[in-house]
């Protein structure tokens, strides 16, 4: 990271916290100076690695009934960024530093395609394009990579992007590499080896897949754009 990289958002105030366990898919337990409190976690990912008793997160406040979210965990210096309403605002912030949504404007969030419901409705020049946004926090050799579990929900967006593809419309699907110091983006093969085959599929049948890096730098509580176009490696 240097003095040019792109800053998206500012998160204050923030508290650190140290995990001591997930309760539920929703709600983690952490310590915060002398007091144990219950904070909400907006991902639904298994987030293993991260989750572990000991690691230091950073919390911010929360509209719902738990005070505090926890929307990041310190990772190799910086911050992987567990929230996903906090990555879809980096990627809303981001969208015209990235190469192929430069010219775009976001048009409708949660768009009926089909059976899913995907992210976003671009307005672009070359015409509109649906895109759905996935979070891949999960670090595998040096690669940022999703999914970390089985996942049917994005198989059924991929098949209805890929449906969208063949009637004609520009499908997308954008992986958010919300963690540091990765080379590239790889899809987790092991975990779902039929998404995997999904994904090449849309490829092929001219659904658009890319990748974009960002991280929280805990010194100064943005939200950074570390790469506007992460390589995908499929």
């Known amino acids: 990271m240097t003095s040019t990289t792109p800053k998206l958002l500012e998160i204050k105030p923030v508290v650190v916290c140290t995990v001591l366990r997930r309760i539920n ?4 337990e952490v310590e915060m100076g002398d007091r144990v409190s219950r904070v909400y976690l907006c991902n639904t990912g298994r987030l293993a690695g991260y989750l572990v008793k000991g690691r230091e997160g950073f919390c911010a406040e929360n509209s ?24 879809l605002k980096s990627f809303e912030r981001a969208i015209n530093l990235i190469p192929p949504f430069r010219d775009c404007k976001i048009s409708r969030r949660n768009v ?3 059976e899913s419901v995907l992210d976003y409705l671009l307005k672009c ?21 999703y999914p970390d579990c089985p996942s049917t929900r ?4 991929l098949r209805d992007l890929i449906r969208a ?4 419309h520009r499908g997308a699907i954008l992986f958010i590499a919300a963690l540091p ?28 897949i890319g ?24």
């Open 25 to 28: 898919r929703f709600v983690v």
């Open 64 to 87: 719902r009934k738990l005070r505090y979210r926890l929307f990041s965990i310190r990772d190799d210096g910086l911050g992987a960024i567990l929230d996903t309403q906090l990555q």
């Open 112 to 114: 009926r395609v089909g």
């Open 125 to 145: 020049p070359g015409g509109d394009l649906v895109l759905e946004v996935k979070s891949a926090v999960l670090r595998i050799d040096g690669y940022a990579s």
């Open 154 to 157: 994005a198989r059924k967006q």
């Open 165 to 168: 593809s063949d009637a004609g």
């Open 181 to 208: 110091n990765v080379s590239a983006f790889k899809p987790n093969i092991g975990a779902d080896q039929e998404l995997y085959r999904m994904l090449l599929e849309a490829r092929d049948r001219g659904v658009e």
């Open 211 to 234: 990748a974009i890096s960002i991280a929280y730098n805990p010194e100064d509580l943005f939200i950074y754009l570390l790469d506007p176009w992460l390589r995908v490696e499929l």
